[in-house]
């Protein structure tokens, strides 16, 4: 089997908008790679209740505060820091921020399940 090289520039993201307060633009995906998925994921006062159940999770904050809630944790991540959430985890976030969101295996919408809060 060949190994594969993969460049993604960084205006050919496809841009998914989840809500006027939610947007991830989607770079490395399914289609690119089964294992992996890479997005930049941006928040301006949003809230939600979400979970992933074939994905795992990893935020790395590049600005802002996400503030995340899981059963009786509640953490806030601030530039700079990664927080991991496991699959099949239901989870509150919130916040106005910008981060590198990871899934692997990759993103797959049919496997989230989304709460939009007011």
């Known amino acids: 089997m060949r190994g594969r090289l993969i460049l ?9 908008e989840i809500a006027k307060t ?7 995906t399914k289609e ?9 994921s941006k ?4 809230k939600e209740i979400t979970k992933n159940i074939k994905s795992d999770r990893v935020y790395y904050v590049l ?19 990664i927080l991991f959430i ?19 295996p990759a993103f797959n919408p049919k496997n989230e399940k989304i709460k939009k809060i007011k």
């Open 8 to 16: 993604i520039k960084k205006n050919k993201g496809t841009l998914r």
């Open 22 to 28: 939610y947007q991830v633009v989607n770079f490395l």
């Open 32 to 40: 690119h790679c089964k294992s992996i998925s890479v997005a930049i």
């Open 43 to 46: 928040a301006r006062r949003h």
């Open 63 to 81: 600005k802002g505060e996400l503030v995340v809630r899981g059963g009786k944790k509640k953490f806030t991540a601030t530039k700079g820091d």
């Open 86 to 104: 496991s699959k099949n985890t239901r989870y509150q976030f919130q916040g106005t921020f910008e981060a590198v969101l990871i899934n692997s």
